[in-house]
């Protein structure tokens, strides 16, 4: 008896042994062999259609449950030669890739020798070829980051009927000093969210929201939004009065009713993220993922969102750019034409604004990954409105990237999508707030705010895995209406560690609250 005891602890020992050792995650750093250098957004593949990327220090982790020690990890990057290690063989570190060079020569290699223009003319004409989301299902880890600089704050009462000259005083001492906290202080917040979600062929989704994040102090961090509500609390503070007011901005109405006592940010405060948002976020960017031309642009204003989607009119518009083969090389057994694009020069140049690299499959002619940023002297939307309307706006910079890979259906989806940038505003926009009651000296005060920041923003989607679904699965995925989000001040490695998402940057983990 006492045999058997002992060889049913050993037994039960191994098995928790094992269930811990498939729930946890491995992580590491991807390296270049010769220069030592880390390797951003590298593949870091585990089975098929699952794994993640590395981060822009070139750091992965990814979650190993459900995977036997056998398995193994693919390391792979544009360039590189493949590496695989066995899980069992794999230890928390450093991976080294290494170069795999390969002379632009080898273009010989292929049926035809194609110019770069006749390479981009085959992307067009194989677009509906290559990719496709329809019926198929992702899991999505997306995080934004902002950085927000308010450069400039100014307020001014231009009217008040019936306040004390104590009050507004009071008014005047609550703005200054919350001019004095944030001008020319640089502040970030971090959100990040991960999601199913699965597409019918009519690219019609369904999101079902399992986490949502938010990393900032709110005692120090603010957006645009989150400012102007701080200084209508500062003034609704400093009001004394039993009656509501009507408050709004221009024509534009705010509120009817504000009891004074309850203020403006309680009610406004956003504790959930809906799944009709980011099912709206994700439609579109799934869409535009299949290389269209985003000719519009989301501004948000101050941060938050997730600001413009792709841009992929250097594919679409050749007239607009130069095109030149740089090398050949290759990417998970493909050999891959390296094609790098400029704005035309010509004496009738197009309106090309972009500079960057377009890795090519050369059996496919499916792009595999695109490199972009605004071309110099080059800027995004930009209009000046403000005399006329109070608003100033311009996109200083802009760059993105597109990872694809290759799904059973032989259709490309993407695999990692990064968006960033660098924004200027300038707004300046008068309010009203008018004591709702019938006497003739009702309180009316009248104020103008003006306001100047920088605001850099990165947004970056992660598609852990990708499956091909069925018709009848699609209408059987049931949607959740969104959950809450976690609030949390400093970086906590627990939060998601049952998950697999992009590794935390440096500038996450040491967040300062």
Known sequence: MKSNFILHSIFAAFLLFSAAASAQNVSGTLVDNSTQKTIPFATVQLGENYGVV???????????????????????????????????????????????????????????????????????????????NSFTKFTVFHRSQNNNTFLDFDFEIRKAEYFKKKTLRKFNKTIDSLAETIRGVPTSFYNAYLTEIVVNKADSVKINLEKATELINKEKTSSLNALTEDILDGILENLKSANTFKVRTGIIPIADSLDVSEGLSEEEDIDSLTTKSVGNEL???????????????????????????????????????????????????????????????????????????????????????????LAEGKHGTKFNMKFLLGVKYEEKARSGIIIYEKNKKNKYTPKYIRVSGKRYGYFERYFVLKENDERTDRMKLKFEVMIEFDNGYKNEWLFVDSNVISEDEFANFKENKGVPIQEISEYNPEIWKEYNILAPTEAIREYEF
Do not use: C, H, W
């Open 283 to 373: 439609e579109d960017l799934l869409g535009q993922s299949r290389l269209k031309t985003n000719n519009s642009t989301t501004i948000s204003i101050g941060g938050g969102g997730s600001g413009a989607g792709l841009n992929f009119d250097f594919i679409n518009e050749l007239d607009d750019y130069e095109y030149e083969i740089e090398d050949i090389s290759t990417f998970n057994g493909e050999l891959i034409y390296i094609i790098s694009f400029v704005p035309d020069s010509g004496l009738f140049s197009g309106n090309g604004k972009y500079t960057g690299k377009l890795y090519i499959s050369a059996d496919s002619f499916a792009v595999v990954k695109a490199d972009y940023q």
């Open 54 to 132: 590395t981060n822009q220090e070139g750091n992965f982790s990814i979650n190993t449950a459900g995977f036997s020690e056998k398995d193994s990890l693919i390391f792979s990057s544009m360039g590189y030669d493949r590496k695989a290690i066995a899980l069992k063989d794999f230890e928390k570190g450093t991976v080294y890739l290494t170069k795999n060079v390969e002379e632009l020569g080898e273009v010989l290699l292929l049926d035809e020798k194609l110019t770069a223009l006749e390479v981009m003319e085959k992307v067009n004409e194989k677009k509906k070829e290559n990719y496709g």
